[in-house]
């Protein structure tokens, strides 16, 4: 973990998102599925605090790493302005992972929207290694699919609400389809809006599988010194996680749902 | 150059503090930055038990600042002297605890099991909590029951004792006398301001907590005026903070009069600035010829 | 949707003001908007003579903010009847005159001569200046003394009379019920809060004054928080302000609990906010199917 | 007076000083030496304020505009960082001018640093009336003097405080040079830092001429709005002037001098 700055290798629109590459030298830490980074995105106080960002992907040859974004306020505005050869200011790798993980499960990666990028990385190191997962991803409609994105995904199922791609329904409407054996010996690995992840960890729960979600929440200082970003503890007595030192990544049951 | 601060007998190494609620317990920053470059860490504020804090959000952005409605989420003291001091042992930086509670017994207790633990170089107190047995105005806010609240715990304080005063008040200079009679040996100025923002598609506040404190360079005018207001009205040292984000900001407290410094938000936004604006203040030291701290509180009147 | 907002018997056509002291005598910005636009202008503080007002500098910008020591300059209570008011006379929005004094009969005395002015809308009272007779303390810090104002003023006055209420104190909520009980018809909060900028190089404050008057952006979570409270201590209409810049940021204060709000520094950045505040307002009202203000207020409580 | 959008054309450096150069339609209101306008320089909170430059030329026929500025903070920072085709948000054109002005007395032109612009316009109106002038600019060293911007001047003499170009000395140690006979004839327009104005100004008033300055303050409406901008009376008796209502160009006399 620590601050510093890189170099911006390329910052294109691809669909809906941005998909941003810097270099990562080999000094830095080897960022983790999951993992984010904190990005002051101006010298100025206007923006002021950072904004997380998880990983999207991880090059060690290269020495390249990578986020996909959407554009949502002032931040993620003044950061789709950067060119390649900008400097980018981050803070990280921060956060844990979602590693470990069971190797000889059958793993669901699932990614609804901007959620996409740390799905994909994790995706990426399962590659990597080898071992099987299955990839659905939502969206609202096919325009929306960044395909150049998805494209190095083996076993990959698009969801689109209405229909225009792939499965009509959302990524959980085509888990619950999901052949109900496969998903008992399944473990869920979900990224996306909150209602997804929710709705994923019902499904999970209702088969006993195992899930994990990566969860947002606004963000001061990104290493647990804050206090500022947690999420509500299962069990309804007030107990709180911390998203940037215990997360982003928590096993569903963990958390108390709203 | 001089950078040392004396308070209540003791020395910091220079003005740079790192403000409560901003630097965990320290040791969150520790990858970041050499801790021991600091002159002063103050921690989380310490209750007696162990506080989970407010409902999520607690934190939102405003225009150069933000609000944040922790609610003093803390390990509780006996977890900080067991787990935390320990970890603060390598570093030569003063470790000065910021302690809250909502009776003057609560803020006794917290300090008596500070003063069994080493290691500790000061307190300061927060008084801006609500006090339970004064239906819940803050302790800061009246200066009667600010001076009492002092005497109290200086009687069990072996250490410095800073007050640290909150910038809601009609007469911030009253509260300060209060406090300086009542013994502390320094106040800090200014706690956060209160706030709200409201989400106008939600129709409701963004914080759970609804309200909750502004900090950041928003507030560094309001800061800078209090402190030299403050100043104007007590002989201990001032320790000034709100809105530090650069060297110039810092000297401008420095100019203000207060003796010491601390940087707040801006630790969220650049971990390097404590070593920035300590460099910082060396240099404008050495180009404007100033030999040791108390030089800067010639210049204003 | 119906925008009007009823203050005192008599109702403005929409909730837009133009804040005191950013917008002259109103006539300043005709070239630049169509001032029947407005619901309300707020003249510049007017005094019982002429003011010339404080050394220059005057203004100085802050993150999201700047800070003013205008020092009250102004043409005096008669000059702006005699030369002002005729001006305003093409346009269909109400003139709100905002009074200033430092004693009691200061402020009784520019009442009276306004009473004798038609085209006045109603009587914003600053009572953020120092009152004299009460050792330089301002009017708005103390309830008792707000109050024993706004009665007198209230004898004297047959138009609307509002209160302008300082950030700048412990407990705004307690001085906006004494108003209130005093005959206040509204109070507007929030007035600026106390700052000060210094010069590094000159080792100087910038403004010559020393501290102005922090507004813009950067107050804006406190003017919000501050409505939001003195909406919950009064039944009168509250009129909110500071760092409005945008139809949202309006629309946070309707929600916080105000029957209609201000824009000050805006002005100066946009001359066409009024406008576009309106506007937004007004889509926002539709999206929301929002009919009347006080529809605003059953939100958030 | 209005505020409006209009089009950058160019924004060039030369030397010190950045050149704008924008789009004035007809349908706008004729800018006058002296007059200023207030720029909006981004869409944010920081900076705050609109920042005021006065017009350094006009074209009415080919309907351009431009103003002269240099780089002093973020404001300047950030319109010298603005492309041809960007727009530019103005209030304007706003204050006096230095017109009227006598035809038959012998007028006298100074400029130093960045107070090039109203007088360089200034002299731009009376070569276009075919009016005599003399113009001193002053800088502290050769390479500071922006000569392409200075090539439309016929009678001018350059001023170095290192004798690297032209006179050595200032500006106004040129203007004490001056045979007085025909300075007592003049009427000297001054604009640059406040020392070199009141310098001018002693000179001048130990020689009985009229002597015009424009001054600055830190402004916040620019349009007399806010008595922000005030600098004090000659009379020592507590009385102000607003730059941006009564000036910014006043006739030396009234201003008090510190
Ligand atoms: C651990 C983590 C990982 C994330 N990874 C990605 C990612 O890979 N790609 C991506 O596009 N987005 C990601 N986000 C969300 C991203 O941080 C926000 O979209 C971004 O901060 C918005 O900034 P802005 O200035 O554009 O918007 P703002 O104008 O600040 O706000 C727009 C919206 O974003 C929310 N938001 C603002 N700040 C934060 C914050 N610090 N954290 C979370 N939400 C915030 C606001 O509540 C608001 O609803 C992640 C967030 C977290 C916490
Ligand atoms: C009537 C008038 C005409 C001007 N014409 C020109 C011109 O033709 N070319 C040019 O380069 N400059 C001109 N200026 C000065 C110019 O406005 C400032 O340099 C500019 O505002 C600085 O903005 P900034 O954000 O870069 O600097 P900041 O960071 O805001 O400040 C840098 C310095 O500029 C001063 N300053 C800031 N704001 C103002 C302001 N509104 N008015 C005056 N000074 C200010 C500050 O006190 C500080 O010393 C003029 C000023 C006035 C009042
Ligand atoms: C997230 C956060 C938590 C804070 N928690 C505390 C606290 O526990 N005790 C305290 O005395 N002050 C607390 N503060 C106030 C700061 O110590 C400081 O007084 C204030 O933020 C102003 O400084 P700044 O503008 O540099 O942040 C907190 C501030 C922030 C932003
Ligand atoms: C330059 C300036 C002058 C002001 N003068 C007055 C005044 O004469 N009387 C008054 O009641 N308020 C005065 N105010 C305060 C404003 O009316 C308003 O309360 C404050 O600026 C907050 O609103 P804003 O953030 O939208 O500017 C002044 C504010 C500014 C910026
Ligand atoms: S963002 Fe500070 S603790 Fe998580
Ligand atoms: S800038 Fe407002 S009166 Fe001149």
New interface residues.
């Given amino acids: 973990?620590?601050?510093g700055l890189t170099k911006i290798l390329s910052n294109s629109a691809v669909q809906d998102y941005f998909h941003l590459v810097f270099k990562w030298d080999k000094s830095l830490p080897v960022p983790q599925p999951g993992q984010f980074l904190n990005l002051?995105v101006a010298d100025?106080?206007?923006?002021?605090?950072?904004r997380p960002f998880a990983f999207s992907g991880y090059d060690a040859n290269k020495g390249i790493c990578s986020i996909i974004y959407q554009i949502k306020g002032r931040g993620t505005q003044i950061l789709s302005s950067k060119k390649s050869d900008d400097t980018l200011d981050f803070?990280g790798p921060l956060g844990n992972t979602f590693l470990p993980f069971s190797s000889n499960h059958h793993n669901i990666l699932m990614a609804g929207g901007v959620g996409l990028g740390p799905v994909l990385f994790f995706a990426e190191v399962l590659i990597n290694r080898n071992l099987p997962f299955e990839f659905i991803f939502g969206a609202r409609t096919k325009q929306l699919i960044p395909l150049s994105l998805l494209k190095i995904i083996p076993n990959l199922t698009l969801c689109t609400d209405d229909g225009t791609e792939g499965f009509k329904g959302t990524a959980v409407d085509f888990l619950k389809e999901t052949d109900k054996d496969r998903l008992k010996r399944s473990t869920v690995f979900a990224c996306g809006p909150y209602a997804m992840m929710k709705a994923a960890y019902q499904v999970c729960r209702k088969n006993g599988s195992p899930c994990y979600v990566s969860m947002e929440?606004?963000?001061?200082?990104?290493?647990?010194?804050?206090?500022?970003?947690?999420?509500?503890k299962k069990g309804r007595d007030?107990?709180?996680l911390r998203v940037c030192a215990e997360g982003p990544v928590f096993e569903a049951g963990e958390i108390e749902w709203t | 150059m001089d950078l040392k601060v004396k308070i209540g007998g003791q020395s910091l190494s220079n003005p740079i503090g790192v403000a409560s609620?901003?630097?965990?317990y320290g040791i969150?920053?520790k990858?970041?930055l050499d801790l021991s470059i600091i002159g002063a860490i103050y921690t989380?504020a310490l209750t007696l038990l162990p506080r989970?804090?407010n409902?999520?959000?607690?934190?939102?952005?405003t225009?150069?600042?933000?609000l944040?409605s922790?609610g003093l989420?803390?390990v509780g003291v006996d977890a900080f002297i067991t787990e935390k001091m320990p970890q603060l042992k390598p570093y030569s930086c003063a470790v000065i605890a910021n302690i809250a509670g909502s009776t003057e017994r609560e803020y006794l207790q917290v300090v008596e099991r500070l003063e069994g633990c080493k290691g500790i170089w000061g307190y300061e107190i927060n008084i801006s909590c609500p006090n339970v047995s004064h239906g819940g105005m803050a302790f800061g806010t009246d200066p009667a029951v600010a001076e009492k609240l002092t005497q109290s715990i200086r009687k069990t304080a072996t250490r410095p004792l800073i007050i640290k005063l909150s910038p809601n008040v009609t007469d911030i200079s009253a509260i300060a006398k209060a406090v300086e009679n009542g013994g502390a040996d320094a106040v800090s100025c200014i706690n956060t301001l209160v706030g709200m923002v409201i989400d106008t598609s939600k129709k409701e506040p963004v914080l759970a907590n609804k309200t909750g404190g502004l900090s950041?360079?928003?507030i560094r005018p309001v800061g800078v005026a209090l402190t030299y207001m403050v100043k104007k009205a007590v002989k201990i040292p001032v320790i000034g903070m709100g809105g530090i984000?650069t060297a110039d900001d810092a000297v401008q407290y420095l100019l203000a009069g207060a003796s010491a410094i601390q940087i707040g938000?801006a630790?969220?936004?650049?971990?390097?600035t404590p070593l920035k604006v300590l460099d910082g203040i060396r240099e404008y030291c050495k180009r404007e010829n100033i030999g040791k701290i108390s030089d800067f509180h010639q210049f204003i009147e």
């Fill in positions: 973990m620590k601050q002051r100025s106080t206007v923006p002021l605090l950072r803070t929440q606004i963000m001061a200082c990104g290493m647990g010194a804050c206090m500022g970003c947690v999420v509500e007030g107990k709180y | 609620g901003t630097y965990g969150e920053y990858d970041y989380k989970e804090g409902a999520p959000p607690r934190i939102i952005e225009p150069s600042g933000m944040n922790i989420a803390n950041g360079p928003a984000m938000t630790n969220f936004v650049d971990t390097q």
